[in-house]
């Protein structure tokens, strides 16, 4: 998995180039930071949609959280949440699969700052 680091976008009316920070999605997953403010985006460039899943490592009375999969649409970006509970395993990092990463980059960002 590759530790993927986030990029700082400021609230004062910062515009994140994708383009410019996204990088290839790893086929074995990758893992991000969570905290507030943190978001993962997926740009998926094929020609059919890609499923995207964060893993939820924790428990509610003993039952196992379901993971959240999130199905990114072909030549559609997405962005997805990446608050610290449920995500955040032992490591403060989220757990990121995928189920193809053909044409699929990734970024995490951070909201705040000037």
């Known amino acids: 998995m590759a530790a993927l ?3 700082l976008v400021p609230v004062d009316g910062g515009v994140p180039d ?3 920070v996204a990088v290839a999605a790893t086929a074995l ?4 930071p969570c905290g507030p403010g943190r978001f993962l985006a997926v740009i998926n460039a094929d020609a059919s949609p890609h499923t ?3 893993v939820t490592p924790g428990t509610v009375d003993g039952l196992a959280i379901e ?3 999130v199905t990114v649409a072909a030549s559609k970006t997405a962005i997805i949440p ?4 449920p995500f955040a395993g032992g490591t403060g990092r989220a757990a990121i699969t995928y189920d ?3 044409a699929v980059k ?3 960002l951070e909201i705040g700052g000037q």
Do not use: C, K
């Open 5 to 7: 680091n986030p990029t």
């Open 18 to 20: 994708l383009g410019a």
């Open 106 to 108: 990734v970024a995490v």
């Open 52 to 54: 995207v899943t964060v």
């Open 100 to 102: 193809a990463v053909t």
């Open 29 to 32: 997953g990758d893992t991000a």
């Open 82 to 85: 990446l608050p610290r509970r």
């Open 67 to 69: 993971d959240l999969a």
